[in-house]
């Protein structure tokens, strides 16, 4: 255990450095566009501007490629037996695809008991009706128990589930979602494989709806290469900062310990950070595969990209005290700070220098700007390889239409930032809080 962390903190400091000597570099080779940004706004807004949106996303983006060619995954582990777990499915108007989330639990190639638990939190179409009938007539549903609860929120619907929890390890879904055969045999076998610290673990999570329009389309490759990516770096740094709803497994007594989920917008990242600033270990199953609906217009993508980035401010909110505990992936808390500051900068300073280079302003978006697209392309190139042979492995096909990658390479942050600063303003002046983005 001593050497494998020895050697963690070995491959952290060589992807450091690695992110250090690019960002030195570019630095370095963008002295001409530096001087130039002081000719026209002074040297500290130049300083600012040339931080924000070059240097600092392009240390990121490099200590990212680093340590993902570095997380090498695990080797598949059978055991001889599985514990029983609970699942919770919470459920808001979901009348259309409750029936599938539930029959692809029923469906899973799992060795130990699972128990049920789906929580109506008071929807107005007939997801009770459809629930209801579902105990009646399958036969095979003797575990499945299904609360009626008033409208009160997706946290309000999970801790009102977690008291009939009956097993000491719980599983979280999503009332949209199917999860493939071996999701839960493959979640539960990532907590057995880790050390006893291990007090969580997310699942993969795809789009069930990658080809169905425009939005979409584009909006797959997040999942496929900027999510699953994140996902696998946090995870090699052994913090995964957000065990999402979606579909993650948690030890039951430890949530109980810590009081359950908060009644945020991002109950599911206050949750995770709750855990991680008691020193918990929180990893990723990326072979454990649930299928999701993504949002099909913007504005259903909006407020739920708003609705994530709002939960991150929450998580500050709730457990500053993270930032006090030093690890490694305290390191990504810390990155996290940063978001905001870097999509102001994107959305006010550098979205504004596109438009005006189009008008033959250069100052801010010109030569240099299109020296790293051949660098962002190369760096997508070698995502999308790992994740093919991932996906590959999981029986899970995917188009990965060329296209629709040039355009999330090139214009994806420009719908979604918009959003997240929505979400961070939301949460500075207390607005009114939803769940889900219906």
Known sequence: ????????????????????????????????WFHSLILHFGEIPAVLIILFIALIPGFMNMFILVSF?????????????????????PAYNESDSIYDTVSSVLAQRYQGKIQIIVIDDGSTDDTLAKLTSLKENIVKLPNLTIIANPHRGKSFALNTGLK?????????????SHLLPNAIERIVAKYLSSASDTV????????????????????????????????SVQCFLQGTLVAQGAFSLFRTSFVELVGGWKDTVGEDIVLTWTMLKKGCR????????????????????????????????EAFRHNP???????????????????????LAYCFIFIPGVIAAFFGYYAIAGLMTLAVLPIGILFTYVYVIKQKT????????????FWSCIVYVLFYNMLMV?????????????????????
């Open 282 to 313: 929180i990893l990723h199953a990326d072979d454990a595969i649930l299928l999701t609906k993504m949002p099909h217009t913007y504005k259903s993508f909006f407020l739920q990209r708003s609705r994530w980035s709002r939960g991150m401010i």
């Open 69 to 89: 060619l570095f997380n090498k995954r695990n080797k598949k582990q059978h055991f001889d037996k599985y514990p029983n777990i609970s699942i919770l499915i």
């Open 164 to 176: 009939k929890v009956k097993y000491e390890l719980l599983v979280t879904i999503d009332g949209d």
């Open 200 to 231: 969580a673990v997310s699942g993969g999570v795809y789009p069930i709806n990658p080809d169905q329009n425009f939005m979409t389309r584009i909006q797959k490759w997040e999942y496929f290469l900027g999510i699953a990516t994140i996902k």
């Open 321 to 343: 005290q993270i930032l006090k505990s030093w690890r490694l992936s305290t390191f990504l808390v810390y990155w996290d700070l940063l978001f905001p500051f870097v999509d």
């Open 390 to 401: 991932l996906l590959k492995g999981c029986h899970l096909k995917v188009k990965m239409d």
């Open 418 to 438: 918009p959003a997240c600063i929505h979400g961070y303003f939301s949460e500075f002046f207390n607005l009114k809080k939803k769940w889900g983005t219906k």
């Open 1 to 32: 255990m001593i050497e494998d962390h020895l050697l963690l903190r070995y491959k952290f400091t060589i992807a450091f450095f690695c992110a250090i000597c690019w960002m030195l570099l570019s630095a370095y080779l963008g002295q001409p």
